[in-house]
């Protein structure tokens, strides 16, 4: 089993940037796949971002493409969502989750999730 803690949400302007960071417990990081799911009040759980072990592949929901970027630093266990050009749209509680093998933009098929951290996008 893998703990997930996330960090760095908070409340930001519309227009404003907001980094998330996901330090992850594994041995073998490099082994998971990592995603970002985001779940707004009264919504379901959605897809955001995954990027898989070594980094090199990333894939995002069409909401977010062309504004957030997911990434991993392995040396420190950690992948980040860095968010740009925030929009109202975009508030919710952030979830980082891991599974072994390759990416999938399915939340079923991940074992792990972190508590989540909230982000307020105000206009």
């Known amino acids: 089993q893998v703990q997930l803690v996330e960090s760095g949400g908070g409340s930001v302007q519309a227009g404003g940037s907001v980094r998330l960071s996901c330090a992850a417990s594994a041995r073998a990081f490099t082994t998971y796949a990592m995603a970002w799911f985001r779940q707004a009040p009264g919504k379901q759980r959605e897809f955001v971002a995954t990027?898989?072990?070594?980094?090199?592949?990333?894939q995002y929901a069409p909401s977010v493409r062309g504004r957030f970027t997911v990434s991993r630093d392995n040396a420190k266990n950690t992948v980040y969502l860095q968010m740009n050009n925030l929009q109202s749209d975009d508030t919710a509680v952030y979830y980082c989750?891991?599974?072994?093998?390759?990416?999938?933009?399915?939340?079923?098929?991940?074992?792990?999730w972190g508590q989540g951290t909230q982000v307020t996008v105000s206009a």
């Open positions: 989750a891991a599974k072994r093998g390759p990416t999938s933009m399915a939340a079923g098929f991940y074992d792990d």
């Open positions: 990027i898989n072990g070594d980094g090199g592949m990333t």
